[in-house]
Nanobody, 117 residues
Framework: VQLQASGGGLVQAGGSLRLSCVAS????????MGWYRQAPGSQRDLIAR???????DYTDSVKGRFTISRDNAKNTVYLQMNSLKPEDTAVYYC????????????WGQGTQVTVSS
């Protein structure tokens, strides 16, 4: 299983970042994918998800600011993050989305996003 997230960094509040995640073709082509984040001392949360066909859904805290997309030919899922806030600071991960996502054993290394005020 390959889940390689990248694109994080340090950005000022109000700025933008675009995250990318390359996944194994065997899991990417047939699964909905999600972006998740985990802040220090907090549980990992789902923030955006996208079906194979491109339907999307977002948690309220990022709705209108973040956009998830996928390129099925490249086995890659993206997260465009605009109007970033300090509370968006976290390690961001991608993974398969389904009802048992919390039980997934492998998450890759994630990518750190730090938003300064």
């Amino acid at each position: 299983v390959q889940l390689q997230a990248s694109g994080g960094g340090l950005v000022q509040a109000g700025g933008s970042l675009r995250l990318s995640c390359v996944a194994s073709g065997s899991i990417f082509r047939v699964n909905a994918m999600g972006w998740y984040r985990q802040a220090p001392g907090s549980q990992r949360d789902l923030i955006a998800r996208i079906t194979v066909g491109g339907s999307t859904d977002y948690t309220d805290s990022v709705k209108g600011r973040f956009t998830i997309s996928r390129d099925n030919a490249k086995n890659t899922v993206y997260l465009q993050m605009n109007s970033l806030k300090p509370e968006d600071t976290a390690v961001y991960y991608c993974n398969i989305y389904n009802m048992s996502w919390r039980l997934r054993p492998y998450w890759g290394q994630g990518t750190q996003v730090t938003v300064s005020s």
